[in-house]
């Protein structure tokens, strides 16, 4: 089993989101993902899909849209993002996946010879547009949903199987690890893939490669040509 990721697909959701407004390289854009997808991952490995997801507002606007991924190969875990405005509670969620798809949603999920784990993050105290009045509380929130999936996925893991972590938000701020990075660190975490970046000075400051124990890999899927990036060939 081969080891993909990718982040932030942004389907359609029902919706009328045009990604282009934000550039040319965006025209087409689940056309040129599938593509790749199709050429690149096998039936039998596994994406990791780091949030933004979809922009359906609702949780039967985004069945189409799982559906979608669904028809593409390899089994998929996903977590939320901060724009998947569908996510209801886990139990509703899971409910409507179809086969191929499982979510981590501050819990762990073994997948063959590896536990996955996540929850989605949140902007960190010092970032430019973080408000304490309103963020302060989600990101303590985050941070304990964080412990919980890791919690979660030591125990999955019994000291064999190696441990991913999705999240949406980065765990670094300036190249510096922020609270999320130093739990994860904490945790024996073989691999944390994130995405929500989209501008190229962002990607040339995003934290990638090892960090201590820590692999860390931008997965936006802009920032990667809008193709599944290969994790590992073996897990």
Not at 6 to 15: F, S, V
Not at 77 to 99: F, M, T
Not at 120 to 141: L, S
């Amino acid at each position: 089993m081969r080891i993909w990721a990718i982040a932030d697909l942004h389907l359609a959701g029902g919706q009328d989101k045009p990604m282009d407004v934000f550039g040319a390289h965006w025209r087409n854009h689940a056309a040129t993902i599938a593509k790749a997808w199709h050429e690149c991952v096998a039936t039998d490995d596994l994406v990791l899909i780091a949030g933004d997801i979809s922009w359906a507002m609702h949780l039967n606007d985004v069945r189409a849209d799982l559906a979608w991924i669904e028809a593409l190969p390899g089994k998929k875990v996903l977590c939320k993002g901060n724009h998947d405005y569908w996510w209801s509670s886990k139990n509703k969620v899971r409910a409507i996946l179809p086969p191929s798809l499982q979510i981590v949603d501050c819990d762990a999920v073994v997948v063959d010879q590896i536990v996955v784990c996540g929850t989605r993050g949140w902007a960190v105290p010092g970032d430019r547009d973080f408000d304490k009045t309103t963020d302060q509380r989600i990101y303590e929130r985050e941070l304990g949903r964080l412990e919980r999936a890791l919690a979660g996925a030591q125990v999955l893991a019994e000291d064999v199987r190696p441990i991913y972590v999705l999240l949406h938000f980065p765990p670094f701020r300036d190249g510096q690890p922020t609270e999320f990075a130093k739990r994860i660190a904490a945790a024996n975490v073989h691999t944390c893939v994130y995405g929500h970046l989209h501008q190229a000075e962002q990607w040339a400051n995003a934290t990638t490669g090892q960090v201590e124990t820590v692999f860390y890999q931008l997965t936006a899927c802009d920032a990667l040509g809008f193709k599944p990036l290969l994790l590992s060939d073996n897990p």
